[in-house]
């Protein structure tokens, strides 16, 4: 074989980059060279998160990406929004390549970006960054040097609902989502709001018709739609560790059936690696793909034929983000789409 590709991890301890470097660890193309954490620096990996015990893995440190120009293939950033900018900027500026987790560079207009997280100090590289869900833009992430990463929610909805709007099944005027997730999707911080006891046996809805994962959502399908689109979008917290749930309710255009919705599904994903469309009546859960890249999707019509539910579910640390990065990587890299991704669910 080759030689292994080396790469390095922009904030490697929130829970999206610890995801990241257990992906890292088991891909044979690739090896780690940089793990960097502010408040970290000079700490080992393992000392930190046990479960690396053993694992060849260099000490944490600041980063310098000065140090890693001619030695990183390429860089992940692993850093809450806002604080991607400008050290993105400047890797893309040496000529980096980048996988941006964050949500900095995913939205392609300013005032979009302004309305849901402010100021952008770098709105220059907004139109060169390709949105990195490789089931829409395969082609583009293989030429790309600057990726950025989808956010978990607008994954699972968009990937459910493009088919069936782009084909002119579903009515695209409303996209209603309902969206459940595990508490992970929070981030590490530490949070009343997240703590154990205020999640336990709870269920809450948070964040209505304000959610900044929203305008990722309208601006991929509308690609599907070829106009504007409007998608109504409920998030959920449960009391559970990772996964989403996704309920997605379309108007259809004109009469359908199940089996003639779950025929666009299929069709449309009959060679995507990482989307599983189920067969009608047997319907996704998290449990079943806990730990993998893979989102199931599964389709019914109403017995009237007018409206529709998909039903989606997915990892929301792997495919959500880590699994994607990982994915696009590879495209990126060259190397093949599905390596150090095999792994099938893992039980809790």
Same mark, same amino acid.
């Given at each position: ?8 991890? +922009? ?13 890292? #660890? ?21 000392? !930190? ?12 440190? #600041? ?44 939205? *392609? ?37 600057? @990726? ?25 005027? @409303? ?32 964040? !209505? ?28 917290? +449960? &009391?559970? *560790?990772?996964?989403? !749930? ?5 108007? !259809? ?19 995507? &690696? ?13 449990? *079943?793909?806990?730990? @993998?890249?893979? +989102? ?31 994915? *696009? ?5 060259? #190397?093949?789409? @599905? ?10």
């Amino acid at each position: 074989m080759t030689d292994k590709k080396k790469v390095a991890v +922009v904030g490697a301890t929130g829970y999206t980059g610890q995801e990241l470097v257990r992906l890292l #660890l088991h891909h044979p193309g690739v090896e780690i060279i940089a793990l960097t954490s502010r408040q970290n620096a000079g700490d080992s990996y393992a000392a !930190l998160f046990p479960r690396f015990r053993g694992a060849d893995l260099p000490a944490l440190s #600041l980063y310098h990406p000065e140090e890693l120009k001619g030695e990183a293939d390429l860089i992940f950033f692993c850093l809450p929004h806002g604080e991607s900018q400008e050290m993105v900027g400047k890797t893309v500026d040496l000529g980096l390549p980048v996988v941006d987790l964050s949500a900095d560079f995913r939205l *392609n207009k300013i005032t979009e970006y302004r309305r849901y997280y402010g100021d952008h100090r770098r709105q220059d590289l907004l139109k060169s960054a390709v949105y990195g869900l490789p089931e829409l833009h395969r082609e583009k992430i293989k030429k790309s040097r600057f @990726t950025a990463n989808p956010g978990c929610y607008p994954i699972g909805v968009i990937l459910g609902a493009y088919p069936l709007i782009k084909s002119g099944a579903a009515d695209p005027e @409303t996209v209603i989502a309902d969206m459940k997730s595990g508490t992970s999707g929070a981030g590490r911080k530490a949070a009343l709001t997240t703590s154990f006891c205020e999640v336990n046996e709870a269920l809450r809805p948070y964040n !209505l018709y304000g959610h900044r994962h929203r305008p990722e959502m309208e601006q991929e399908l509308a690609r599907a739609a070829k106009s504007g689109i409007r998608v109504v979008f409920t998030p959920h917290l +449960v &009391p559970m *560790n990772r996964g989403i !749930l996704g309920t997605i309710y379309l108007r !259809l255009a004109n009469h359908a059936t199940t089996p003639g919705l779950h025929e666009i599904l299929d069709r449309a994903y009959k060679d995507e &690696p990482f989307v599983r469309v189920l067969p009608p009546g047997d319907l996704p859960c998290v449990s *079943n793909v806990r730990g @993998t890249n893979f +989102v199931d999707l599964a389709v019914t019509a109403a017995p009237s034929g007018k409206d529709a539910i998909v039903i989606t579910a997915m990892d929301n640390l792997v495919k959500g983000a880590a699994g994607c990065a990982l994915q *696009n990587m590879n495209l990126m890299l060259g #190397l093949p789409e @599905t390596e150090g991704l095999s792994a099938y669910a893992l039980r809790p």
